[in-house]
């Protein structure tokens, strides 16, 4: 007898993803401007999603696109270093305050980032990995994406104080990209 139900393939979990990141960034734009706490939490909750979809994809998706793409080298360094520059963006955001000058410009062009790296993997990337693998390798990709995910930052830490919870924890001093990544890549264990 199993209770488990037909896994997610890995493509349309990573499309959930981008839809949910993508209505947080039109609540944020809608915001536009704003100071509040608000703001604030909601910018650090795209913030953390964004990072675990990121190193999902790097653990699991982009070595399945080196080799079973015939330019998949291409297309994963290029999304990798895509990658880099929204995280770069992320870490400037993370010092920043919705008071602070700098904070929205730097929220518009992390938006515009991520919109142009999604529109990317949705256009090119994925019709051709979904071509290129069976559904059973997808799920099982899926699968492996969904579970990296769960790791460390939505676990409550049972030495912390309930402020600051897992993050808080795991490397105190780092920012919160670092703290995400560090606990999704095992780097913070
Ligand atoms: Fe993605």
Avoid at 166 to 177: D, I, T
Wanted: proline fraction near 5%; aromatic fraction near 4%; charged fraction near 30%.
């Amino acid at each position: 007898m199993s209770t488990s139900t037909t896994p997610t393939d890995v493509i349309t979990f990573l499309i959930e993803q981008h839809n949910e990141v993508n209505d947080m960034f039109s609540q944020l734009e809608q915001m536009d401007g704003a100071t509040d706490d608000k703001v604030q939490q909601l910018a650090e909750q795209v913030v953390t999603s964004l990072v675990k979809h990121s190193v999902a994809e790097e653990i699991y998706l982009y070595p399945t696109v080196r080799k079973v793409l015939s330019d998949g080298d291409d297309i994963a360094d290029h999304e990798l270093s895509e990658h880099d520059e929204a995280e770069q963006t992320m870490k400037q955001l993370e010092e920043l305050s919705p008071a602070d000058e700098q904070f929205w410009p730097t929220m518009h062009e992390l938006i515009g980032e991520i919109r142009h790296h999604v529109a990317d993997e949705e256009n090119d990337l994925f019709p051709k990995l979904r071509a290129a693998c069976s559904e059973a390798q997808l799920q099982e990709l899926g699968r492996k994406v969904e579970q990296v995910q769960k790791v460390a930052p939505t676990r409550p830490h049972p030495a912390s104080p309930s402020e600051g919870g897992a993050l808080a924890a795991l490397a105190p001093g780092a920012g919160l990209v670092d703290r995400v990544r560090d606990a999704l890549s095992g780097r913070g264990r």
